[in-house]
């Protein structure tokens, strides 16, 4: 879970460190004081795209630390990651004013995508506005195969898929009209010639070049040749012949003097050395013959090479590859008809696959929209929905296939909210608040099967009041008997719920806009809660309504 998170020159919240505890924690305070920042603080330093304007006016950076208790999913993503820790997950993020941030994880930078991924191992954070999400038909599907767990099947199915996708994109290159292939055959004709006939050779460019700086150079290097061979062994005072006679007379000086022994094998292999050296200068000189022909023949041949690298862009070694390559193409396209009738049996084989996976697939979506169905309606129930009918409606894919890529089923969700209404899509049958006791049903359902340890909540109080924000509230509190939970609230349905209450509070300082975030005992939570059922005016009578409101919590909990 989280446990402590420290924000440094957040908007307006200059300094803060909270203590969140396990359970339900709730965070109130007046509309504009900064709840929403909190949650904005926890996205940027799980990973959310951030930029300058979330840096307090006036300050260099902002800073969020915030420390998780270690999860198994988390151990597994250090280690990928090569990143070492203790029991605790330390996870921070600066923001410069520039909006630049660096990341870091157990002090380890990390980029942001990094983090994102890891935050999502961490932390489930649910938006004022992610209620919407249930009008959007295409994303119904995706909460349907969530519920089921049914991530082997879609990746078999998607591999299988692709296979199909790839034929039948392979028929389809395969199958140009007449025209196109003629012009196809043509170009790859001439491109073939072109390089044939340029009869390439690997690393022919390289040894040209050289030959061709030799030759440039043939007169002074030949002046230069002959000279050091002069003075080695060919002139009438070479260094071989000195060296020589030097080896006999040391040999006549060892003969008397047996200390010397070492200078004669050091003036002898000299003498092999010089004779070596001056037998490779010979022989270089010798392969200088020098022509104008084979100067021009490089040259010519070498100027090809280069028009042939700059037409098609590539080098020597990238010329030979794409006479391969068009010889390739040539021969599938003028086998292509033969291509095209062995493809066509792979593609039924493929899509014969593609169908009884698609049509397994159903299957398993069906049995779990059976399930959602109960589940849902269930959830709603308890959330002050008595009436509520709630169903998955399955359609078939229409194409020519009859599947797509998500397999052979469009699904959508259906609802009546009310007795006596007929099933609808929720766009047009759900109300905003309606939206939001469906989202936290759905939540709560999900979060069965998903390992993160803590889920945020953002206002999902929006157009709830009443007995169905007492019924919110006890599914908040529910929920956190199994996982934290974290809420911005404005309801006392809500908050009085709460394991643990902070309040969110704004002040103003030499012209400054302060944020402030306080833990609340009993006492501030029963003034608090006056405050959200009367406003400023908190009286006996609604500091009174207050504790009543907390021991029916307590004792609702105490029932659980």
């Known amino acids: 879970m989280l446990n402590e998170l420290h924000i440094e020159n957040i908007a307006v919240i200059e300094r803060a460190d909270i203590a969140f505890n396990a359970g339900l924690n709730v965070l109130t305070g007046e509309t504009g004081a900064g709840k929403s920042i909190v949650i904005d603080a926890i996205g940027a330093v799980l990973g959310d795209r951030v930029s300058r304007e979330l840096v307090r006016r006036g300050a260099d950076k902002a800073l969020v630390s915030a420390s998780f208790d270690m999860t198994s999913e988390a151990e597994a993503f250090l280690r990928e990651n090569d990143i070492d820790s203790d029991e605790e997950l330390i996870v921070q993020r600066r923001i410069s004013a520039d909006g630049k941030s660096s990341c870091r994880v157990c002090g380890v930078p990390v980029s942001a995508v990094q983090l994102k991924e890891l935050g999502a191992l961490l932390v489930d954070i649910h938006g004022q506005n992610d209620g919407r999400q249930l009008t959007d038909e295409r994303r119904h599907m995706e909460y349907l195969d969530r519920f089921g767990v049914l991530d082997e099947s879609l990746k078999r199915y998607g591999e299988t898929y692709e296979r199909f996708v790839a034929v039948k994109k392979q028929i389809d290159d395969l199958r140009l009209d007449e025209e196109e292939k003629e012009r196809l055959r043509d170009r790859l004709s001439y491109r073939i010639d072109e390089l044939e006939k340029a009869a390439l050779k690997d690393g022919e460019y390289d040894e040209i070049s050289a030959r061709l700086a030799l030759l440039r150079n043939s007169e002074k290097l030949t002046e230069a040749i002959d000279n050091a061979y002069g003075l080695l062994y060919d002139g009438e005072e070479n260094a071989v012949s000195m060296a020589q006679n030097a080896a006999y007379y040391a040999q006549r000086a060892a003969a008397i003097a047996p200390e010397l022994e070492g200078s004669v094998k050091s003036i002898n292999d000299a003498v092999f050395s010089l004779t070596d050296a001056a ?142 209404e007929e099933l609808g899509r929720i766009s047009r049958i759900a109300s905003g608040g309606e939206l939001s006791r469906i989202m936290l049903a759905m939540k709560n359902v999900f979060a069965e099967n998903d390992p993160v340890p803590t889920m945020i909540f953002d206002e999902i109080d929006t157009g709830v009041s009443g007995v169905a924000a007492q019924r919110v509230g006890e599914k908040l509190y529910s929920v956190s008997l199994g996982k934290q939970v974290m809420c911005v609230t404005h309801l006392p349905q809500i908050a009085a719920m709460a394991d643990s209450h902070f309040v969110i509070a704004k002040s103003e300082h030499d012209g400054r806009t302060y944020t402030s975030v306080t833990p609340l005992d009993r006492d501030g939570r029963a003034r608090e809660l006056a405050r959200l059922h009367g406003g400023d005016n908190i009286t006996a009578l609604t500091l009174a309504s207050a504790e009543e409101q907390l021991n029916a919590c307590e004792a609702y909990k105490k029932a659980l």
Not at 297 to 317: F, G, I, M, P
Not at 378 to 388: F, G, H, K, T, W
Not at 390 to 404: K, M
């Open 279 to 420: 037998e490779l200068l010979r022989d270089l000189r010798d392969s200088l013959d020098f022509s104008p022909e084979e100067f021009d023949r490089l040259e010519t041949r070498l100027s090809l090479l280069n028009k042939l690298q700059r037409k098609y862009n590539t080098d020597e070694a990238g010329l030979i590859a794409l006479l391969d390559e068009s010889r390739t193409k040539l021969d599938e396209l003028e086998g292509a008809d033969e291509s095209i009738a062995r493809l066509e049996k792979e593609l039924e084989r493929e899509r014969k696959a593609c169908q009884a996976q698609a049509l397994e697939l159903s299957e398993k979506r069906r049995e779990a929209a059976a399930k959602l169905r109960e589940r849902i309606v269930a959830e709603l129930r308890a959330l002050s929905m008595p009436s509520v009918r709630f169903d998955v409606e399955f359609t078939p894919v229409e194409n020519d296939e009859g599947f797509n890529a998500r397999g052979c089923d469009t699904v959508r969700f259906l609802m009546s909210a009310n007795a006596g």
